[in-house]
């Protein structure tokens, strides 16, 4: 089985951009949603996105935004690839990427097999299907920590491509990607010391636990 592709979300300080470099993830998460605790300004982002620029690919993340939130992350952090995490349709994903000319990843939140078979509505509209775990109501919709039943995914027979997301951590990442065969795999609080503080060496053990080495 090849190594998952690794994507290191929240990523809101230089410190913690050098650590996905030098752990070489193949992307960094900036967070555009204010009630997150790795929520960028604008500001922030120009910066982390200019220092991520030919070493790790830029993915923003939104929660229903509108055109013009996703438009200003785009031009000020250089922007390569957009996740929206919100309940947004296939027909909005479409929308963003017409509108961006980017690639556009769908978090889909997951705690039944139902949930599984909903994704298949954004297979051809998103160029990703994220799988995540559903949160409570009233709480962020990721960057929780929490996981769900991964042998749910097999109801998904690659559709569309996907990741894995949620609850992800270097403890057991190694056992998500041998149970699911995830092509791609996500974590935010799972390499964090505090709730948005990135901790370098589990951002390490992290990638080491993904790609087994
Ligand atoms: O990370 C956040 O703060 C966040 C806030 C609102 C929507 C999505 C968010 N994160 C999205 C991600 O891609 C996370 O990596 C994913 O939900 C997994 O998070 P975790 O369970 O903490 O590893």
């Known amino acids: 089985m090849p190594a998952p592709r690794i994507k290191i979300c929240g990523v809101n300080s230089a410190q913690a951009l050098d650590a996905v470099i030098a752990a070489r993830a193949e992307y960094c998460g900036f ?4 009630r997150s605790p790795r929520h960028l300004t604008l500001a922030e982002a120009q910066g982390l996105g200019a220092r991520a620029a030919g070493h790790v690919t830029r993915v923003g993340l939104f929660v229903d935004a509108d055109d013009a939130t996703i438009a200003d992350a ?3 952090s250089a922007l390569d690839v957009i996740q929206l995490h919100g309940e947004e349709s296939p027909e ?8 961006t000319g980017l690639p556009v990843w769908k978090a889909v939140p997951i705690a039944s097999a139902a949930d599984v078979e909903r994704a298949a509505r954004y297979a051809g509209a998103a160029d990703l299907v994220l799988f995540d775990a559903k949160t409570p109501k009233g709480t962020l919709p990721g960057g929780m920590g929490l996981s769900f039943d991964w042998s749910l995914l097999a109801g ?7 990741g894995l997301a949620g609850g992800l951590s270097p403890a057991n990442v190694a ?5 699911t065969g995830a092509p791609l795999v996500d974590t935010s609080s799972g390499v964090e010391s505090a709730p948005g503080v990135k901790d370098a060496e589990k951002i390490a053990a992290f990638c080491a636990a993904a790609r087994g080495t």
């Open 31 to 34: 967070v555009f949603f204010e």
């Open 74 to 76: 785009v031009a000020a």
């Open 92 to 99: 909005r994903v479409a929308q963003v990427k017409a509108q």
């Open 156 to 162: 998904w027979k690659n559709r569309a491509p996907w």
């Open 175 to 179: 056992e998500a990607v041998r149970l």
